[in-house]
Every structure is written in C-alpha cells, then in structure tokens.
C-alpha cells in the first residue's frame, strides 16, 4: 500500500468591505481532498456594527458541504449550520431544509470569498456562462433563501456576475486560485500571503 503524499496550501486574506465599511480577515486551507476556510468579519452598516465569524468546507470539487455562521448585529446574536452532500441536499440546524435543494453554493454578501465557490466549481471556459442557485444569507436582515445567479468568464481572472431577476450586476476580478483581487464598489483585497507545505 502507498501513502499519497498530501499538500497543504495556506492563503491568509484580506479584504476592505466599501459598501458595507468592513475589514474581513479570512484564512483558506487547501488540499487534495477540499478546503476548510475561516474567516473573521468586522464592519458597520448604517451606523451599526456588526461581527461575523464563518467556517466553510468544500470538497476537493469546490461544492459545499458545511458551513458554520455566528453573528452579532447592534445587540442581536445568532448562529446557524448548514451541511450538505455536494449535489444539492440540506440540512440547517440539524434539520432537512429541502427550500435549499438544488443549490450547490452558498452567499454571504458581506464577503466576497463566497464568489471563489462557483468560480471555482463551475470552471467555465471563455465566455461561458452558467446560471446557479445558491443559498443567499442576509445577516444584517436575518434572511436566508434560495436565489439565482449568473456567472460568466470573460477571462481567466475575471467573471461577470448578475442577480436573476437583474437588479445588480459587476465585472468581478480574482487571481489565479479564484481569490477576489477586486469586487467594484463592494470589496478590495489589501493583503495576501501564502505558503504551500507537505503533511
């Protein structure tokens, strides 16, 4: 029997919120079977201050399958799991959550690491394009649902993302490993640090 030898990719980010006055510092282990990333977010939103502390892991194909949230928005503190197969199926909380099913993704719009997941998944070719379904978390409205999106490869390192209804759309730019380098008016990234090591 023959041990696989396991490389570990360590990016350490971080990203200046504009919209949303924010400062997220998010840490991404990647290997040969996924990647477990987790991530600090501070900011204000209309004279409120908010944190969020998230935990997601992928499998080695980018799909989703848990995702850890707490947050705290002025005096409200709340927390949910979510944990799924890869292919669509849910449970939060422990509990079947099939309003969830066909949905691959999930967003929080207060970071823009979420958009790595279906760039990263998806891997479209020049000007392919692809409509998803992701599970959208507004924590600062204390809504989770299902929504549409669309993504499109204008390049390699850069994506046309769009609502489905279009009531926003942007020209996302990401670097090589699919980390976003600029989401315009929303987020800037200010730091990247990498190291790559065996196990």
């Known amino acids: 029997m023959r041990c696989t030898n396991i490389r570990i990719m360590q990016t350490n ?12 510092n998010c840490l991404v282990h990647t290997t040969n079977n996924g990647s477990m990333i987790k991530s600090v977010i501070v900011g204000k ?6 944190r969020v502390d998230y935990k997601i892991e992928t499998n080695k194909n980018w799909e989703t399958i848990h995702a850890q949230v707490q947050y ?4 409200h503190i709340g927390q949910l799991q979510l944990d799924g197969n890869g292919k669509g199926n ?10 969830f099913n066909g949905c691959i993704d999930i967003d929080i719009p207060l970071t823009p690491f979420t958009n ?3 760039v990263n ?3 479209l070719g020049p000007d392919e394009a692809r409509q998803i379904q992701v599970i959208y978390l507004d924590l600062l409205k204390q809504e989770i649902r299902p929504v549409k999106q669309k993504y499109r490869c204008l390049s390699p390192t850069l994506y046309h993302y769009e609502n489905i209804p279009n009531d926003f759309e ?10 976003v380098v600029d989401y315009p008016s929303l987020f800037t990234r200010t730091a990247k640090v990498q190291s790559d090591y065996p196990t």
């Not at 705290?72 to 005096?75: G, R, V």
């Open 13 to 24: 980010l971080l990203w200046t919120g504009r919209e949303y006055y924010s400062l997220e």
């Open 45 to 50: 939103y209309h004279e409120r201050l908010y």
């Open 72 to 75: 705290q928005h002025n005096n």
């Open 90 to 99: 849910w449970r939060m909380n422990g509990k079947p959550a099939g309003q």
């Open 116 to 118: 790595t997941l279906p």
């Open 121 to 123: 998944r998806l891997e």
């Open 170 to 179: 942007a020209n996302i730019e990401v670097d090589d490993m699919g980390f």
